[in-house]
Structure formats: structure tokens, C-alpha cells
């Protein structure tokens, strides 16, 4: 008799044993889960961050992009104005 007293202590023993570890992988896994959870919110915080600077360079690109154009119709207006007075210039000299 008492060596089934015997195999049920060490069985609940065992099983004690087994449910502390549960808990404490449970315990652990919670606190990973929490620190890649902050991580993750980090992580989308900056990505978003992230977004909205490209979004930002995008736009400043395109206006950069349509100033160039208009100093580049504007220094050909020019050009096109000093050839002009050149040609004017040539003709008084000539004459």
C-alpha cells in the first residue's frame, strides 16, 4: 500500500513539476510576446514615419522638377533675346 502511495507522490510530483515549468514558459513567452509587440509598434511608428518623408521628398521632387522646367523655358527666352540683340548689334555695326 504504501508504494502506491510512493507512485502517486512522484506522479503528482512529476505533474507539479511539469505545471511549473508551463507556467513559467507561459510567464516567459508573455513577456517575449509583450517586448515584440513594443517592438512592433515601433517598428509601424517608423515606418510611417517613413512614408510620410517620402510622400514629402516626392512632392518637393515634382516642384523641383516643374521649377526646373520653367527656368529652363525662361533661360531659352533669354537666349533667345540676347541672339536677338547680338543680330541687332551686328547689323548697326555693320552699317
Do not use: H, N, Y
Request: no cysteine; aromatic share 2%.
Amino acid at each position: 500500500m504504501e508504494s502506491g502511495r510512493e507512485d502517486g507522490s512522484e506522479f503528482l510530483a512529476s505533474l507539479e513539476e511539469r505545471i511549473v515549468k508551463a507556467v513559467e514558459l507561459v510567464a516567459s513567452l508573455r513577456t517575449e510576446k509583450a517586448a515584440l509587440d513594443s517592438r512592433l509598434e515601433s517598428t509601424l511608428s517608423e515606418k510611417a514615419a517613413a512614408e510620410q518623408a517620402l510622400a514629402e521628398a516626392r512632392e518637393e521632387a515634382a516642384a523641383l522638377r516643374k521649377e526646373i522646367d520653367s527656368l529652363k523655358a525662361e533661360r531659352k527666352q533669354v537666349r533667345a533675346r540676347v541672339e536677338k540683340l547680338l543680330g541687332q548689334m551686328d547689323l548697326l555695326s555693320a552699317g
